[in-house]
C-alpha cells in the first residue's frame, strides 16, 4: 500500500461555481465531486488549485464568436471556487485564460501570483507525480493531464473526482481513453486512498 505521497501532487482543475449545477456552464453532477476531493485532500502534502479568470470580453465566450456562454468572469462569485472544496491546505492558487485575447484548457498554461506557470511551481517543489481531478474531464482536466505527461509526470487521473461536459454523450469517455493512450494511470479516488495499483505501476515505469 502506498500512504506515501512524498513527490507527489494533488492538482484540482478548476472547481468553480460556473461549473457546478446552476452555474453559467455547469456540468452534471459538477458538484459531486467536492466530496470526492476533500477525502483526498489531506493525503497529500501539496495541493494546487487552478482557475478559469477570464475578462468579460473574452475570445471563448459567444459574444466574441467563442463557443460559450460568458463564465468565470474575474470577480465574481461564478468564478469562485465551490464554497465546500476544502481550501485550508491549498499551497499554490493558479489562473488561466486571464486575457481577452487568448484562450486555455491545460493549467500548464495559468499563473501564480507571483507569474510562474504549473511546470515552474511543479519544478520547485520537486515534484514528480501528479493527480488530477476537476472540472471538466474533456476539456481543463484531459488538456492538462496530456500536458503534464507531455512535460514528463507520472500522471495520474482519478476517475470519480471528475465530470465531463459531454457535448457529445460519448465525450468523457473518449477523453478517459486518450489520457490511458497517452500514459496516465485511471483509478478510483479509493484506489489512490488504499494505495491499489499505485506501487506496482511505478515499478513498472521505472523498469
Request: hydrophobic share 40%; net charge negative.
Amino acid at each position: 500500500m502506498i500512504n506515501d505521497f512524498q513527490n507527489s501532487a494533488l492538482i484540482l482543475v478548476d472547481i468553480q461555481n460556473d461549473f457546478c449545477p446552476g452555474g453559467a456552464l455547469a456540468v452534471e453532477e459538477g458538484d459531486q465531486i467536492v466530496e470526492v476531493v476533500n477525502r483526498l485532500i489531506p493525503q497529500f502534502p501539496l495541493v494546487i488549485s487552478t482557475q478559469d479568470w477570464h475578462p468579460a470580453n473574452h475570445v471563448s465566450f459567444k459574444a466574441q464568436g467563442g463557443p460559450w456562454p460568458p463564465h468565470c468572469v474575474q470577480g465574481t462569485r461564478g468564478a469562485e471556487l465551490h464554497p465546500s472544496l476544502n481550501t485550508e491546505t491549498i499551497a499554490h492558487y493558479l489562473r488561466k485564460a486571464s486575457s481577452p485575447e487568448k484562450d486555455d484548457y491545460s493549467e500548464f498554461e495559468g499563473k501564480d501570483e507571483q507569474g510562474r506557470s504549473l511546470d515552474q511551481v511543479l519544478k520547485a517543489e520537486k515534484v514528480k507525480r501528479i493527480f488530477a481531478v476537476g472540472l471538466a474531464t474533456d476539456y481543463c482536466v484531459l488538456a492538462t493531464v496530456l500536458d503534464g505527461l507531455k512535460l514528463g509526470y507520472e500522471v495520474v487521473a482519478v476517475t470519480d473526482a471528475m465530470r465531463a461536459v459531454n457535448v457529445e454523450p460519448e465525450d468523457g469517455d473518449r477523453a478517459m481513453g486518450r489520457m490511458s493512450e497517452a500514459g496516465a494511470l485511471l483509478v478510483s479516488s479509493d484506489e489512490v486512498l488504499q494505495g491499489v495499483g499505485l506501487a506496482g505501476e511505478a515499478a513498472r515505469r521505472a523498469t
